[in-house]
């Protein structure tokens, strides 16, 4: 067991998988020298060198779409985009390309790259600069995408992540560099793809991801404390989405809360409350109530910036509603 | 380049103390806001200040009239109060408070005031800069005279958006002014080492469009430089200025500058456009007393900034659903009210 970072677990994922194969290397701006705008990159430039931590102009499309081409030529990139908020300006690089280079080629060559970036509010930067842009990834074909919550799983997805034979978009969260925890990475992870049941609870089912699995866990303690159970349903993964493990938690309980910092309108939480409410119809109590950001962009203001994405006590307030 | 000799240059004395006041208020805003963020009160750290490059923005800015637009980097602090900004609501909008600009929603990296034609500072490296293009193409179909300038850094050279827009800009004669403020550096990477194309006018020409280098230590030099392209493009020639500077200090108020050595640190803010003004000014026989009421005034004026902002409300928590579509539309319901009904149902 060590004491770890989620910062450093993402180096670490990266600087392990440099090491075991020789194909990996990260593209981006910043990465290099500067040690990544996060900080996630910073000292491998000294052991891998400026061709495996290979700086870039300010020029997104093409740093996106020079990983999918070297993913084409057989290497394995790991593109950095510093915000999540630039995959606008590479949209036609990831969506057009990357996605759909396998399937309209007839399967003849796949594009093995990951697209690490991070999203998210707590910093009053902007609406530019705070967004969870997690849907408009989800809703194209093509993509897998992954959203680590923990500092074990940074690890150990970003690792997976390295392993898979198609495009990895990787969306950490900003909020979550500095947060620490205690954790055994030798432990074997879970398969890739599987959600995880971070905590179970007879009353009510909270599925979710990234950095409000902690908002969920602790709404989840809080509501202990009155006498309410949660089960905490931690996805990792978007694509593939695990739902069996939302089936098994959801039929014995029949009551479901899905919870996701973006928008609310045609979001992830969207997706999953139908999918939820569809498969699981007979046994649901009450309709599936999504939990997500406001429908509007996010403030710098920092009152506004709060108010406008899930919180723990709205999580916790939203259950204690539903069991009312 | 940058060695003129003020009392022999058309740009005349009392040209160069209306330059150098201004430019000194560009600077005292800066360091005040440093300070708001040092003592907590700014929204974030994500403040880019203009300390270095307050010629660029002062001298263009000269040679621009009432009825110009001009769009922003996230170093645009300094453009925006050369163009007539209320430094005060400027600060208080980069503390989020509801008496700034765009009453804390914006903030530093988003600001904008549509009545001083400032079509807003962008967060987007680039993202401001094709907006020029659709101002100055009404300003040509309408007739209205005005030119419309983007402001934006070295680290904008290599998005392409950039050459899309001053090729279109050039392909239709549009009045649009290009000016980037070349400080050496975009975060930690110095131009050299972003491209091999650092003679930037040279893009610019390639084009079509007028294109000139200036050194940013005279504002002067920028200052005529800026009428030349400015005045051209209000003809129908569109032009592009790169000013050559440096910037003083670290990306955003966290960054130390790790990457660049004391030395050039130190040679780079011998380049100093406040300092070399001044110089001039003492040279050219105004007294000291008269430049120090200068920077009094400055000072006072800055000072006031951080107790207006410290002083102001945040926005009420209600004005998350405004102006997300024009006033009159419905606003978005809020999540706990659309929870409510539909838990309300049975
Ligand atoms: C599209 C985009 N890419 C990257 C960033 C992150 N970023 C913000 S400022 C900056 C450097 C910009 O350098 P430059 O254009 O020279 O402006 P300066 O900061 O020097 O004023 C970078 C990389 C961004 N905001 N937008
Ligand atoms: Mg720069």
Redesign the pocket.
């Known amino acids: 067991m060590a004491q770890m970072t989620y910062r450093d677990a993402l180096k670490k994922a990266l600087h392990d998988a440099m090491s075991e194969d020789e194909d990996v290397f990260v593209i981006g701006?910043?990465v290099g020298r500067y040690g990544g705008?996060y900080g996630v990159t910073k000292g491998l430039i000294d052991e891998f060198g400026p061709e495996r931590l290979r700086d870039t102009p300010?020029s997104?499309p093409a740093i996106v779409g020079t990983a999918v081409g070297a993913a084409m030529a057989g290497m394995r990139p790991v593109a950095e985009l510093?915000?999540v908020d630039?995959i606008g300006?590479t949209m036609d690089q990831l969506c057009n390309q990357a996605a759909k280079i396998r399937y309209m080629f007839g399967g003849q060559i796949g594009v093995p790259m990951v697209l690490r970036t991070q999203g998210g509010t707590g910093r009053s930067a902007g609406a530019q600069?705070s967004q969870s842009l997690e849907a408009w990834v989800m809703h194209t074909p093509g993509l897998r995408l992954v959203m680590p919550g923990t500092v074990y799983d940074a690890y150990h997805l970003l690792r997976q992540a390295l392993r898979q034979p198609d495009p990895v978009v990787f969306i950490e969260h900003k909020a979550l560099y500095a947060m620490s925890e205690e954790v055994d990475l030798d432990v074997p992870p879970p398969d890739w793809g599987k959600a995880v049941v971070r905590r179970s609870g007879a009353d009510l089912v909270i599925v979710t991801y990234s950095r409000q699995v902690h908002h969920a866990l602790q709404a989840a303690e809080a509501l202990a404390g009155q006498g309410v159970e949660a089960t905490v349903i931690d996805l990792r993964t978007l694509n593939p989405l695990d739902f069996e493990t939302i089936r098994q938690a959801v039929e014995p309980i029949g009551r479901v809360m899905v919870v996701s910092e973006g928008p609310l309108t045609a979001g992830v939480a969207a997706e999953l409350s139908a999918r939820i409410t569809e498969e699981c119809f007979d046994f649901l109590h009450d309709p599936v109530i999504r939990v997500a950001g406001e429908d509007v962009p996010i403030s710098v203001s920092v009152a506004l910036e709060a108010a406008s994405v899930p919180s723990a006590d709205l999580v916790a307030e939203t259950a204690r509603k539903m069991l009312a | 380049m940058g060695e003129r000799d003020p009392k022999t240059t058309e740009g005349s004395n009392t040209d160069l103390v209306g330059l150098y006041s201004q430019m000194r208020r560009v600077r005292t805003f800066e360091e005040r806001v440093g300070e708001l963020f040092v003592r907590g009160l700014s929204a974030g750290s994500m403040l880019?200040l203009s300390i270095g490059e307050e010629s660029a923005a002062v001298g263009v800015c000269a040679a621009m009239k009432d009825g110009d637009t001009f769009t922003t980097?996230?170093?645009g602090h300094g453009i925006f109060l050369a163009r007539g900004a209320d430094p005060e609501r400027m600060m208080a909008e980069i503390a989020g408070k509801q008496t700034g600009y765009c009453h804390g929603k914006g903030g530093s990296m988003h600001i904008a005031d549509m009545g001083l034609g400032h079509l807003g500072a962008n967060?987007?490296?680039?993202?401001g800069i094709p907006a020029v293009v659709g101002a100055a193409l009404v300003a040509q179909q309408r007739k209205t005279g005005a030119v419309s300038v983007a402001f934006?850094?070295?680290?904008?050279m290599q998005?392409g958006i950039l050459y899309e827009s001053m090729n279109m800009a050039a392909l239709w004669n549009l009045p649009a002014v290009f000016v980037c403020?070349n400080?050496q550096?975009?975060?930690g990477t110095r131009i050299d080492q972003a491209t091999r194309a650092t003679a930037l006018h040279e893009r610019a020409i390639a084009f079509g469009l007028n294109g000139e280098t200036v050194d940013g230590l005279d504002v002067i030099a920028v200052r005529d430089a800026a009428q030349r392209i400015v005045d051209a493009a209000r003809g129908g020639t569109p032009g592009f200025l790169a000013i050559d500077c440096y910037?003083f200090f670290g990306?955003a108020r966290k960054d130390k500058s790790p990457y660049r050595d004391a030395d050039e640190e130190e040679e780079g803010r011998r380049k100093d456009p406040v300092a070399f003004a001044r110089a001039a000014l003492v040279e050219a026989g105004h007294d000291e007393a008269e430049l120090d009421a200068i920077d009094a005034a400055a000072v006072a004026e800055m000072d006031a900034t951080i107790d207006f902002a410290d002083r102001s409300e945040e926005p009420p928590l209600s004005s998350m659903f405004r102006d997300v579509f024009a006033v009159g539309e419905p606003e978005p319901e809020p999540l706990a009210d659309r929870i409510d009904r539909v838990l309300a149902r049975d």
């Open positions: 701006e910043e705008a300010i997104e510093m915000y630039f300006m600069h | 880019h980097h996230h170093r967060a987007i490296v680039g993202g934006f850094g070295d680290g904008a998005q403020i400080n550096y975009g975060m910037r990306h």
